[in-house]
């Protein structure tokens, strides 16, 4: 067999393990060849490809980033796109695609499945751990550990000055890496999309912790997080060429807003791209290795329109139909029976 692998969506630490992993299994096993599309989908339709053979993805384990490159964006943006991507696929005789990608990428691969018959298998990645159908995605647990990381230093600045720090993690629509980050550096507070919060109750619980002597709180915030309404103006953000908010800043709402309830000096720490950059940690290796040799084996079984994850303790094949416009949030019984007991 052809195979046929690509990047989509933002980048994510994990994405060369899963391509070599590919590249292994098709090549090794099965004794087929593969190829790699260059800038996600815009490599499919421009017919920009690389081969990949075992000897080119030495060396790929742990590196960070995608030497396929990676784009946003899919062929349902132009026209005739679908029959375009369906067309350059005949032509390079790639008879299956590995998908790796988060709900956008997924969601294209399903459709063209339906509607050019073109044979697809997803791999789940994003870091804010979204995705409906597995337990984690690969890349959360390396983002929360950089996450876990820069609040563990924070702390020591916070506690010299007697600050308050608010830290912003990404986490559009969900607030994993918040929860997980904030848990395992002992935050004052953590502020997720899930749960609109209340800048009053934090002040109040940072004010309590001051008077019992605690020098430092540390307020970690997801990127998407939101004001109970009424309670804060409203954020308002530019938007990106695919029409969504261009998330970032929330933090200095939240830290103003501390600092004139609490009177204490507030600080701001963004820690953006960080999070998805540099190499996998060893939890994220093993994971993307499995699931790219899942990818493979489910083309080989024809389960085609499918998804490898992660269902403790094994690998399992998931319809994309269940996978597809739906949103995998925050286990709110982990933030109330967990989390929150350590608030204030």
Known sequence: ????VLTGGGDCPGL???IRAVVRRAVNTHGDAVVGFLDAWDGVLERRTI?????????MLP???TILGTRRGSPYDHDDGPRRARESLEALGVEALVVIGGNGSL???????????????GVPKTIDNDIVGTDVCFGFHTAVQIATDAID???????SHDRVIVVEVMGRDTGWIATYAGIAGGAT???????????????????SRHRR??????????????PREGTLPALDYDLDPQGRPRLGGVSAVVARALEQRVGIETRVVQIGHVQRGGTPNAYDRVLSTRLGVAAVDALHDGVFDSMVGLRNPGIIRVPLSEVTGRTRTVDLSIYDDVASVFFG
């Open 63 to 65: 590196r960070g980033g």
């Open 51 to 59: 081969e990949l053979d075992v000897t080119k993805m030495r060396g």
């Open 153 to 159: 230093r924070l702390h020591t600045t916070a506690e």
């Open 107 to 121: 969601t294209v691969a399903s459709r063209l499945h339906d509607e050019q018959g073109i044979k697809v298998v």
């Open 16 to 18: 060369n393990a899963v």
């Open 1 to 4: 067999m052809r195979l046929g």
């Open 213 to 226: 002597g605690r020098f430092a709180s540390i307020v970690v915030v997801a990127e998407g997080a939101r």
């Open 189 to 207: 507070a953590i502020l997720i999309p899930e749960r609109p919060f209340d800048i009053d109750g934090i002040a109040a619980a940072v004010t």
